[in-house]
T-cell receptor, first 112, second 116 residues
Framework: AQSVTQLDSQVPVFEEAPVELRCNYS??????LFWYVQYPNQGLQLLLK??????LVESINGFEAEFNKSQTSFHLRKPSVHISDTAEYFC??????????FGQGTRLTINP | DTGVSQNPRHKITKRGQNVTFRCDPI?????LYWYRQTLGQGPEFLTY????????KSRLLSDRFSAERPKGSFSTLEIQRTEQGDSAMYLC??????????????FGPGTRLTVL
């Protein structure tokens, strides 16, 4: 069965510093990969997705993720974070069947 | 497009009571999903519908849980004889079968259930 591992449960960084949130998946077939963001007491918002084509995908608020098939990874990066980026970030995969399989989440905390 | 909406946003109930949640998907989205999220965890799949047909149910969905989507639009999730272990955020998502979307799912704000 496919699975998703988010290697860091919490990532504290200072404002304007770069950040990388790591995500690895297990699958032997083609995958579709997603990053969702969840602010406190809210639902999930789609941040970005890889379906096909370019392995580097970007969001409108400066995040990017790169699909690396050989390393089965889909790490999320941002070159300079803002206080408003404080949230929980979830990596997820769809393989074959329609349901999303999520990682455990990474709590990103931005310190001033 | 209005997004996915869920009601109520919060529900507090006593153990043993029945509760029902409603989800209204993005209009014209064919698929509707229910997930459950407990504290500190990622969401876990419960069930999904394509139009009015319920196509898959997780083992997490015990006999006390039932979901419906009678007209292929909104959906309800009912939990009978609630237990304290049912306390969680219940998330609804919808997606379109349009080519190129690969079932990209859009989530509602969730219903937080607390069972006392």
């Amino acid at each position: 069965a496919q699975s998703v591992t988010q290697l860091d449960s919490q990532v504290p960084v200072f404002e304007e510093a770069p950040v990388e949130l790591r995500c690895n998946y297990s699958s032997s077939v083609s995958v579709y990969l997603f990053w969702y963001v969840q602010y406190p007491n809210q639902g999930l918002q789609l941040l970005l997705k890889y379906l096909s084509g370019s392995t580097l995908v970007e969001s409108i608020n400066g995040f990017e993720a790169e699909f690396n098939k050989s390393q089965t990874s889909f790490h999320l990066r941002k070159p300079s974070v803002h206080i408003s980026d404080t949230a929980e970030y979830f990596c997820a995969v769809i393989v074959g069947a329609q349901k999303l399989v999520f990682g455990q989440g990474t709590r990103l905390t931005i310190n001033p | 497009d209005t997004g996915v909406s869920q009601n109520p946003r919060h529900k507090i109930t006593k153990r043993g009571q029945n509760v029902t949640f409603r989800c209204d998907p993005i209009s014209e989205h064919n698929r509707l999903y229910w997930y459950r999220q407990t504290l500190g965890q990622g969401p876990e799949f419960l069930t999904y519908f394509q139009n009015e047909a319920q196509l898959e149910k997780s083992r997490l969905l015990s006999d006390r849980f039932s979901a419906e989507r009678p007209k292929g639009s909104f959906s309800t999730l009912e939990i009978q004889r609630t237990e304290q272990g049912d306390s969680a955020m219940y998330l609804c998502a919808s997606s379109s079968l349009s080519p190129g979307t690969k079932d990209t799912q859009y989530f509602g704000p969730g219903t937080r259930l607390t069972v006392l």
